[in-house]
């Protein structure tokens, strides 16, 4: 067995955690760019010096193949990548770590890992890439249970079956996105579902959490992209029918999609998958006010042109990712077809764009490049940005500095009273807790005819040791104000334990209720991933 | 008080029933190009003289004021418009009928009635327009029932709120497609839902039964329409948040969307709205082959152009629609756009069409006509077949002669077996029991990258006294060769109480006993709907 080269407690590759040297610069980029103070940078707690409570937990004999108490895997396996779970990672605090992880080989491995936990009412906690934002793999359970056990489903990593005539592919819920395009690119397809966590996240991880992907309107969230589903229970196992579409009774993929391990492990999917493009047009377009760029992307999102990216960075977005230094919102543009040129689709969204004062000096790049990667232009610019941007939260831990981000979606008609909300709600929160000016930036990650999903970044003086508090008293501001000026706790971070107060005031309480009455159908003992979506005191 | 128009049995308006010499002259069309003979027609059994059985409960005091046991009111609530229910109403037998009939004025009003329901053990039966052909709204509830109360929403049909900047108006369940659309229509906006039941299905109706609408690709069924619901249980309301989409959890609105009354009444919905096209074009294809067509709408459904239309006619289909006599199976093709001209997409369209072998003898239509309804040829003489399809199968009840439609969906890997297998089961069946050949026509209404939805319609002689038995072996058939060869037992149609055998053998049984488990949170005593989606083993 080879060394794992990622990081126990940070983001990504451990070697990718830049030197002190780096880190200091960064610092005094941070205090130049942003006015934010950095405190000097210190080191991570090296897995060697962790500290673990023992394991309360024997491994079973029946699951002795495939589950360790190992303490690195239990050090591996007790935080997702939010940041209180890196700021916990990072001084050594592995306390809430599971007292079992097993990784199971087949399917028949995860019922057996399941139906042992069920009878021995130990928790279960599932684990993809563990790049939870929300808590979703934090075994924290509370105090009914005898212990906890992460089932890690990396192993099942296969793409099963290919079926080109419907473009639909068998997948295993353990792939992360790197292994299962590279299965499919043999295939000369791809699933092209690309969120911040591509390089380490799974399938299964992203179906149960709905995550969001590359495409900017239309197949937004992995949701749109699942034909069928295997799910493990304690209750049995369920397939879903592979089909286009139905209309027999709710749609039965819908219940699991989003339920984040509280009603079943997944352990494959059929899913859509589609031919790379071959043509692609992209621009940025950039605006002097921030109304008429939110105008034009409306006017977007409803014209029915369905471009693939429609991302709106706002000044500060602009300026953080490296897009923009002049003072502009930028909007990048772009189209991407398999089928058909994109030219005349971006010369219309462009009048679109120009009716409402955006200006496009850069021009628009039109390529017909069969199956290359190649170079986009600023869109480049910004995604290089975006896979970069957890390894820079990462170094800012490390200098004292809270930074996060959260995320949303509104009806446009409400959009510009939630703005102005949210920003003044994060903005006061953080003078509150630090005395000091902090750094809030908006983005638009996915828009939709009904209103975006407005993603925002902020940046606060941290203080040792007082970094989660000051953290959750920012983050509680946040999400109290994206509730009561009535958004969505999340649009594709999930809800896991952290969202859980005010996904309770989100959803309608009877459908707590159902989901409840669902669970104890299939899990009458309650084991799977308690905590998450529904309290204790709901489930 | 007006007379109701409606006929008491047939579909739509009494007075669409044709008299005895055009009924004969149909007889004789039958035979000549079908082959099938129909029964000298006879007159349904009239609405005075249809006798009914008492109803087993009073007029509750709390519900007098919209609540009634008067016989037409029963009589007028007892089926849906499938053809069993057909037969039967023509016949005078409304055995069926429920014992007490509520027209609720306001929300409020329906939570009385479902709460007094509750509490009396009498099952609710939700009832919009009445158009279900599968026993959605039958009230055949089992014995442990006290009684039956039909609620008929149609009172709430009002549109309450439009928001024009985010495209959602707040419409109230009992509203038909007609009178939503002209309250829409003040503002310049429409819904664009025109399934066959358009004139008298409502909207809590469509959403609670997944009804496929107009768009061929994308929007297809109603569920994609629905920003939020307000639904009624017997342990209270559930608001879901009005959002143009969400990570938050399973998706709350896709468990009542197709839930077919048996989780709550939906008393209204923030529903997702558009302006009228400005920009359509249309063709029709011709075929001479039945497999290149499949290819065709196959490379069109795949190829990202999401046209409105795009509806593949069986070479039977055209012909009993009147769009083509010369044995071709004809692709009607629609784009349309309140942006943008729709040519360069139709243009693309027709090379792919053109590239699997399609003729389009009678050119192209383009318009740019604001919101003109104008005609558009063989997609109009379609359109109009299509809605007066139910009164035909109307007037042939009374001939004795079985037609029926039955609908599915299915990936293409599968088509060809399943297609060549239900035509095979669905003829054969027919042969075995009516002793001579019938007929069997297929159409796509809606298409996937995945895979088509086909309609079949099927016509086979009668027997006095003998259709229903007849019909049920024609339509087990079918459905078992559905169910066999991977396909959904609906599409659009929704389960009710006929489907729920293929249902049953479709849905996974984790999906069953996790809806139970919701149902029984929502609705302790199970009076919502009982027989629907869940066989009573399984409520």
Known sequence: MTADPTSHWGWGRA????????????????????????????????????TLPASRLAVPAGLAAFTTDDREARVRHTYGRSYPDLVRGFRGDFASAPDLVARPRTEDEVVAAVRWASDHDV?????????????????????????????????????????PVSRLARIQAGATGPVLEQQLAAHGLTLRHFPQSFEYA?????????????????????????????????????????????GAGPAPDRLWIGSEGTLGLITEAW?????????????SARFTAWSA???????????????????????????LHGVSFDGTDVLLLGFESADHPTEA??????????????????????????????????AGTWRQAFFDGPYLQTAMVSMGVIVDTFETAVTWDRFDALHAGVVRAVRDAIVAVTGQKGFVSCR??????????????????????????????????????????????????????????????????????????ARRSLDPK?????????????A
Chains 1, 2 share one sequence.
Not at 41 to 49: K, N, Q, W
Not at 271 to 283: F, Y
């Open 15 to 50: 070697d990718r955690f830049p030197d002190l040297d780096t880190r200091t610069a960064l610092a005094g980029q941070l205090q130049a760019v942003l006015g934010i103070p950095g405190l000097p940078p210190e080191a991570p707690v090296a897995l060697a010096d962790v």
């Open 123 to 163: 928790a279960v906690i599932p684990y993809g890439g563990g790049t939870s934002v929300v808590g979703g793999v934090e075994p924290v359970v509370g105090p009914r249970y005898a212990g906890t056990l992460t089932v890690d489903l990396r192993a099942l990593d296969r793409v099963l079956e290919v079926d």
């Open 202 to 246: 799974t399938l299964g991880g992203w179906i149960a959490t709905r995550a969001g992907g590359h495409f900017a309107t239309l197949t937004t969230h992995i949701d749109d992209l699942v034909a069928s589903l295997r799910v493990v229970a304690p209750t049995g196992v369920a397939q879903t029918r592979r089909l286009p579409a139905s």
């Open 271 to 283: 899913m859509r998958v589609r031919p790379r493009p071959r043509w692609r047009s992209s621009a």
């Open 293 to 319: 760029a939110v105008a034009a992307v409306r006017a977007l999102a409803q014209s029915g042109l369905h471009p693939a990216n429609c991302r709106l960075l706002d000044r500060r977005e602009a300026l």
């Open 345 to 378: 689709a971006m010369a219309r969204a462009l009048a679109i764009v120009a009716d409402h004062g955006g200006a496009c000096p850069d021009g628009t790049t039109h390529r017909d490049d069969g199956a290359a990667a190649g170079h986009d232009g600023q």
């Open 444 to 517: 638009f990650t996915h828009v939709y005819p009904d209103g975006p999903a407005p993603y925002y970044t902020f940046v606060a003086a941290g203080a040792r040791g007082e970094e989660i508090a000051r953290w959750q008293a920012i983050k509680a501001a946040a999400s109290d104000a994206l509730i009561a000026l009535g958004a969505t706790i999340t649009h594709h971070h999930a809800v896991g334990r952290r969202h859980q107060p005010w996904y309770r005031q989100e959803r309608p309480e009877l459908f707590a209720r159902a989901l409840a009455g």
């Open 526 to 538: 309650g084991v799977l991933n308690p905590g998450v979506l529904l309290a204790d005191d709901e």
